[in-house]
């Protein structure tokens, strides 16, 4: 058989544990993207907090700088107090002490597997940097009393449990990875833009993720068209690209994420050692043999019957049609007329667009429900496009790391787009041809 399918012996419940991090009642949950930040900074810095409170950090500060200080200058603790400490404005040196917000965690298990998802994004990626030299004296006093006394070691960090997944998205997962290795080097503004920096990613890798599922037979997952339009543009019916491979694309691909990611998890084995592989993968890997096919073809009649699906599955003839049969049942165990079974994909579609789509999917009059990108995610997003080794590219390359990204602009929105960095400064055009048009950073 394929080394990476194993047909189970006996039908087991809907448990997805892999490439997503929502259940079934999720919709219900709350997200505290504050916690979800802090865990994924305790990932990238290699490090974890030793105190239990923001209060006993500032203690340690305390004792650190009065030991430093003769008696005739001890007052100087009050003043630092005051300026850093008293409304936790020493939170805002550096993007590390971000992990005072995962310290908040009260054992959600909803924020913590959205951590673990781009964890796992991240693979072994690591930002481990020395304080900036745009730290004062008195900051970096309070940044070495930080990682001296307040965080753990590498060694002694607790690391997050996983199963173990390969990538879903490789092209995305190496994006993602750059672009916050950039973002790591502007302290600054990688500290006011971290949060934003994971609401955006999450969104890209949940559409991308449902779009690559309904194209599960294409081969390896790739960039697949994902139109937006600008908050400051009108959508209309008219725009085709909008209308057809926008948010009316994605609503129909998301149904696809909960039923085949977990029909792809039965096909697999559960134990320890076991790398979890994508759909896409498996189907690359797929044999033609009569053994496999058969196994299929009855996994199909079992999963049918326990599922208490109407139509009675076929016997296929060849192992890609039967491993299709059964996708197709995936989804249709969830369309019986019994409410309670119909209703466990639609609310994890309900989790999906409450926790992921929210900033991204609006409504623009009689075109109805359309994916918009505000100005601040058009900046970062810029921003990360152009990245850490350039300072300007041609609007074109610009648009292919836009869309390498997963975001698709038709031209009237590339039109809208000039026009808003000629607001804001940020465009040189040399003629008023397109390729003469060069977009700078902001930052």
Known sequence: MSMCINVPKKVAKNSLKTYSPFRTKDERKKVDWNIVLGQVVSHVYRKELNVESFEQFTELCQQQFQSSLDSEH???????????????????????????SAAKDSDSTINKRLAEMFITLLGDTGLMRAPSNRLNFIEKSIFECFNQQAVKSEDKRKKPKQIKESAYLPYLSKKLIADLRFLSSKPDYLFSNFKSFLKLYAFLYTSQLAHNLYHWSDGMAKSR???????????SKERRFVRDSGCKQLLRNIECIFPYLNMAQ????????????????????????????????????????DR???????????????????????????????????????????????????????????????????QDYMILLTNMAIGADREKLRLHELLEE????????????????????????????????????YVTKTI
């Open 308 to 374: 208490k699906i109407k139509q009675a599955p076929e016997t296929k003839a060849t192992t890609f049609d039967a491993l299709k049969q059964l996708l197709q049942l995936s989804k249709a165990q969830f369309k019986t007329g019994n409410k309670d079974k119909d209703d466990i994909n639609l609310n994890y579609i309900k989790a999906v667009k409450i926790h992921f789509c929210d900033d991204f999917i609006k409504l623009r009059g009689s075109a109805g429900a359309t994916l918009v990108l505000n």
């Open 266 to 305: 039965f096909l697999q084995k559960s134990d320890k050692d076991t790398i979890i592989q994508p759909l896409w993968k498996l189907v690359e890997t797929l044999p033609e043999n009569d053994e496999l096919t058969n196994a299929l073809n009855e996994y199909a009649n079992s999963f049918a019957a």
């Open 74 to 100: 001890q007052n100087f603790w009050n003043i630092v107090r005051e300026m850093y400490f008293d409304k936790q404005d020493a939170l805002n040196i550096s993007p590390e002490f971000l992990l005072f």
């Open 225 to 235: 068209p994902n139109y937006f339009i600008l908050d400051s543009e009108k959508a």
């Open 402 to 437: 836009f869309e390498a990204r997963g975001v698709y602009l038709d031209n009237q929105s590339q039109e809208e787009l000039v026009k808003f960095y000629e607001r804001i400064g940020n465009v040189e055009r040399m003629s008023d041809s397109g390729d003469a048009v």
